[in-house]
């Protein structure tokens, strides 16, 4: 893999080797598996620590002796994290400053890096994560060579969090990804059948009689649907199809104008993207016309990763296309973890109340143009029965066929704020 897209640090000065620091930008998203994986960076709590006196290991292909070339096979060694000021004797303050850190070999001080490994990775064990992350990108060793026993130079990781959450890709409205309408849709998906999914709702969102947007809903009681609240802003009217999967002939229609956003949306970092609709009529309940099931305040905690979960809508079935699909389509996808996703589009983007999936067989099956604001459900054993867990959000603007996470608002964090507003009850 081959590229071009580089961020250096703006401050980066090869003079005293301060913020030695940069990000890559890889021309296709990498698929994980056990041999890659990202590595987990420092939380925004760990930026005051040094970790001085730690255990790390840090690794690479670099020279294995002063004498040697650089190494065909990887290395690794355990160093021993030291203070700034045991550093600063050999190297001075202009070149160790509080972004940097420095270490000794752990079993001797001859164990450290050497030409080669430059930018590789310094890890060390957080037992309160139960993994390791990243503490450190090799910088420099002593003029003196790679075995004279002086330490070796780091960038502290945690000191450049900034820099580090740098979207790779950025998150856009699924009606957004390559700006065809204001739409969105489910991609490479499957079609569903009569009765599938009752909650389903087609939303045309209006600003008069020639200006709408196509988005999805979900029946939560009788008299409300969920949402996402991009859906719904500049928005003051709101058309509602029930009980059918076919787009222009729904089973019946209201027409709504009173909708709640939640007062925590941002459009900016797309935060609490979620509205409820209230219906002007009670709905009555049929084969093709019921309720999902919230989940439990008991699940509040859980982030669902590894699940398969299925979304489903009206959207786009291809980059490609210009209209929604005039069928309901569903696609299993998987949920993943938010540092695998906010990887890609920063920790403003991915907080605690997103969520993330990919496609459950490939990287291409999402959701796109005209899903916005729909489903995504997964069957709880225990219950017997489909789950609400997240509410379509955001793709990426590489495309909705662009192998990226797809984001879904977490139902979980919300439990609160839907109880409080519609007056139902979440189970225990």
């Known amino acids: 893999m081959v590229t071009s897209h580089k961020i250096i640090h703006e401050a980066y000065n090869p003079s005293n080797l301060n913020n030695d620091i940069s990000l890559l930008i890889l021309p296709t998203p990498l698929t994980f598996t056990r041999n890659i994986a990202p590595i987990q960076l420092p939380s925004y709590s760990q930026r005051s620590m040094s970790f001085a006196g730690d255990k790390a290991t840090v690794s690479g292909h670099g020279r294995t002796s002063d004498t040697s070339t650089v190494s065909s096979r ?7 994290v030291i203070n700034n000021n045991e550093c600063a004797r050999h190297y001075g303050t202009q070149i160790i400053r509080d972004f940097t850190l420095c270490t000794r070999g752990w079993d001797n001080s001859r164990q450290q890096t050497c030409q080669g490994d430059s930018g590789g990775p310094l890890i060390a064990y957080d037992q309160s994560l139960g993994a390791n992350i990243q503490i450190g990108v090799v910088s420099f060793v002593s003029g003196r060579g790679c075995e004279a026993r002086i330490p070796a130079g780091f960038v502290l990781a945690c000191a450049n969090a900034a820099l580090t959450q740098v979207p790779i890709a950025k998150p856009v409205f699924p ?15 499957f079609p569903a059948s009569v009765g599938q999914f009752p909650h389903q709702v087609r939303m045309l969102a209006r600003i008069s009689s020639t200006q709408n947007s196509v988005c999805g809903a979900s029946i939560i009681s009788d008299t409300f649907v969920l949402t996402a609240a991009h859906c719904t802003r500049g928005f003051n009217s709101f058309e509602l199809g029930f009980g059918s999967i076919d787009f222009n002939n729904p089973q019946f229609s209201l027409t709504s104008s009173k909708k709640l956003e939640h007062s925590g949306y941002n459009p900016t970092n797309l935060n609490n993207d979620i ?21 439990s305040y008991s699940q509040a905690s859980m982030t669902f990763i590894g699940r398969q979960a299925t979304a489903s809508g009206f959207g786009k079935t291809k980059d490609e296309n210009t209209q929604v699909s005039n ?5 299993y996808t998987r949920i ?9 589009y920063g920790t403003d983007i991915v907080r605690a109340f997103t969520l993330c999936t990919r496609g459950w067989d490939n990287n291409k099956q999402g959701t796109c143009q005209g899903d916005s604001g729909g489903p995504l459900k997964l069957f709880d054993e225990n219950l017997g029965e489909d789950i609400l867990v997240g509410v379509v959000s955001f793709v990426s603007s590489r495309g909705c066929e662009a192998e ?6 977490r139902v979980t964090s919300y439990l609160d704020w839907i109880r409080q507003n519609t007056g139902i009850q979440i189970r225990p």
């Open 74 to 80: 990887l290395m690794y060694v355990n160093v021993r």
């Open 175 to 189: 009606e957004d990804a390559h700006r065809p309408s204001r739409t969105s849709r489910i991609v490479n998906g």
């Open 275 to 295: 509205a409820l609709i209230e219906l002007p009529v009670r709905l009555q309940w049929t084969k093709t016309v019921s309720p999902i099931q919230l989940p």
């Open 327 to 331: 069928l309901l389509m569903y696609v």
């Open 336 to 344: 993943i973890g938010n540092s695998e996703c906010s990887a890609l």
């Open 404 to 409: 990226d996470p797809a984001g879904f608002v």
